[in-house]
């Protein structure tokens, strides 16, 4: 069965230091890809996704970038924090059939002081 | 303009009582899909039901069910016999076909509590 993860489970960052959040997938090939910003109490924002790897899609202009150096790895990166990017990052995988159900991570709690 | 719009941010339910969330959308698309999650004080995203645009019936699983009215452009969710432990958010959200493949648009949410 797939099951996909997501580290670190909460972080706690200075303004200006950088990010990278990890995100992998097992049990399935080629997947889609996603990144998801939530901020509290509210719905889910795309960020970034990815049909293959080093292909790369941006919903957002913002200062966080994505990148997945293999098929089942995605990872979240900023080279400098700001406090509007606090929030929980979630990442999810889909396969295009039947229906393309996205499946989620247990997310990234980010807390940027 | 709001693609996906779930009106109640907060409902109560009696322990073993049905309750419907609503939500309404919009698309011009023919095809597409319709997604409710379930989001407890974990924060996980927990994949509930699906409905595909041409689907002629209902989904059904356990005790989700999908109202799926196309020519109102709704998608209700109905949790049948509420339970303590369906307390939590949930989204309804759409499938769309976006630049190289099938993005989804959330709602906003609806915080369920059930009731003792």
């Known amino acids: 069965s797939q099951t996909i993860h997501q580290w670190p489970a909460t972080l706690v960052q200075p303004v200006g230091s950088p990010l990278s959040l990890e995100c992998t997938v097992e049990g399935t090939s080629n997947p889609n890809l996603y990144w998801y910003r939530q901020a509290a109490g509210r719905g889910l924002q795309l960020l970034f996704y990815s049909v293959g790897i080093g292909q790369i899609s941006s919903e957002v202009p913002q200062n966080l970038s994505a990148s997945r150096p293999q098929d089942r790895q995605f990872i979240l990166s900023s080279k400098k924090l700001l406090l509007s990017d606090s929030g929980f990052y979630l990442c999810?995988?889909?396969?295009?059939?039947?229906?393309?159900?996205?499946?989620f991570g247990p997310g990234t709690r980010l807390t940027v002081l | 303009a709001q693609k996906i719009t779930q009106t109640q941010p907060g409902m109560f339910v009696q322990e073993k009582e049905a309750v419907t969330l609503d939500c309404t959308y919009d698309?011009?698309?023919?095809?597409?899909?319709l997604f409710w999650y379930k989001q407890p004080s974990s924060g996980e995203m927990i994949f509930l039901i699906y409905q595909g645009s041409y689907d002629e019936q209902n989904a059904t699983e356990g005790r989700y069910s999908l109202n799926f009215q196309k020519a109102r452009k709704s998608a209700n969710l109905v949790i049948s016999a509420s339970q303590l432990g369906d307390s939590a958010m949930y989204f309804c959200a759409m499938r769309e076909r976006r630049n190289a493949g099938n993005m989804l648009t959330f709602g906003g949410g609806t915080r369920l509590m059930v009731k003792p």
């Open positions: 999810a995988w889909s396969v295009q059939k039947p229906t393309d159900t996205q499946y």
């Open positions: 698309t011009s698309d023919q095809s597409y899909g």
